[in-house]
């Protein structure tokens, strides 16, 4: 028995998600989401080389979540405890996101927001951090001024200098918010690894090394590359003092699929449920705002979803979707002590 939810929230599950959830999970009582991830726009000022968004930019309209949209998801989901505020695009565009994550720390939620930096003012690292969120990722993939560049289409100076604004905001406030770094590693950044590390010695910050989310043929080759030049840089920060995490999607047959899916989902900027955010515009289970959450968590196409990932059965889905969840190092397994933990400590 993996995990018990101790309100049932969104009614009784169709007797298919029982059944599938029972086969994974033990006897869930119900399923309501603990941790989404919303997309508060899907405008950017960055041009990413390795990034979805930049690869395809028809996909994105360039719209900001309304302020009334996002309370009306948030008010959707009385068990979240867990919320990341970004998609694809840059969440500090977005005009009323200090507002979401007041709304949401005010009701006890976890928030986080992952930001290039490049917006981090000195008067918007304070409101973020007086906002209360608990943790901020920030995006670092070179300390090289050319490189950087080259890779996200902006100075290196300015994101430093919001590096900085951050750090001092949560200094001032003497704010115990978690900073992370997400640092992509491509062919390209594998060089520049320590030189991150050797930048963000001694200002308590966790490095975060997130594998690049590649499909295809090279896709096991560069994994493997990655994972070595990742261990090599465990123990370097380790003699700094410098925290690592990395971890990889342990995929033996006997641990489920994909946990992720019976935990939470991802929510663009125009209120479509997907899975994940890896694959956000084509796959949606429907639309929250135009709907409910409960009839989007609940359809048909989410359960049949869970059920092919459930059974490793993944013939039935588009190819694309099968790529995506074959080559996925997102949902770890690790994640369910996490999350049991949180609805555990319910009150
Ligand atoms: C999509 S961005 C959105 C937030 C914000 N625009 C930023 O760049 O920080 C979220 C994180 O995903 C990372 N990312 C972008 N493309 C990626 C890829 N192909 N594989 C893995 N991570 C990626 C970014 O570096 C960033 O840390
Ligand atoms: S800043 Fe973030 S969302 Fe924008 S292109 Fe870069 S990684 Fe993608
Ligand atoms: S891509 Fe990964 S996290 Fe998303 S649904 Fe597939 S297996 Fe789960």
């Not at 599950?13 to 899907?42: C, M, R, Y």
């Not at 979401?100 to 930096?117: C, D, H, P, R, W």
């Not at 989007?296 to 990932?309: D, M, Q, T, V, Y």
């Not at 993944?314 to 995506?324: A, G, H, T, V």
Request: glycine share 4%.
């Amino acid at each position: 028995m993996f995990i018990y939810y101790k309100r049932v929230r969104l009614g009784a599950l169709p007797k298919l998600a029982l059944s599938t959830a029972k086969s994974v999970f033990g006897d869930p009582k119900a399923l309501s989401p603990v941790s989404v991830q919303i997309e508060p726009t899907n405008y950017c000022n960055q041009k990413c080389v390795f990034c979805y968004r930049q690869n395809n930019p028809w996909r994105f309209d360039n719209k900001h979540m309304t302020f009334a949209e996002f309370k009306k998801i948030i008010d959707s989901m009385p068990d979240l405890e867990e919320l990341l505020l970004n998609g694809y695009g840059e969440p500090l565009l977005c005009p009323d996101i200090f507002k979401m994550l007041e709304y949401a720390s005010s009701k006890g939620i976890f928030t986080k927001t992952n930001t290039n930096m490049s917006l981090l003012t000195k008067e918007n690292a304070k409101k973020l951090v007086e906002t209360g969120i608990n943790e901020v990722f920030i995006s670092l993939d070179s300390v090289d001024p050319k490189l950087y560049e080259k890779l996200r289409g902006t100075k290196l100076e300015l994101t430093l200098k919001g590096f900085e604004n951050l750090l001092e905001a949560r200094k001032k406030a003497k704010s115990n918010m978690k900073i992370t770094l997400n640092f992509v590693v491509t062919e390209e950044t594998i060089p520049g690894m320590k030189n991150i590390i050797d930048y963000i010695t001694g200002k308590d910050v966790l490095v975060k090394f997130k594998s690049l989310t590649v499909t295809g043929k090279n896709a096991a080759k560069m994994m493997h590359k990655s994972v070595l030049a990742i261990n090599e840089m465990k123990k370097y920060a380790k003699n700094k003092g410098v925290n690592v995490w990395f971890k990889m999607k342990d995929k033996s047959e006997n641990k489920p699929f994909c946990y992720a899916i019976w935990f939470g989902s991802f929510i663009d900027v125009n209120g479509n449920m997907a899975p994940c955010c890896q694959m956000p515009y084509e796959y949606s289970f429907g639309n929250v705002l135009d709907t409910s959450l409960e009839e989007c968590w609940n359809s048909e196409k989410f359960i049949e979803f869970r059920k092919a990932l459930n059974s490793r059965d993944l013939s039935k889905l588009p190819k694309e979707i099968q790529n995506r969840c074959y080559n996925c190092n997102f949902c770890f397994n690790d994640q369910i002590h996490k999350l049991r933990k949180i609805v555990n400590n319910r009150p």
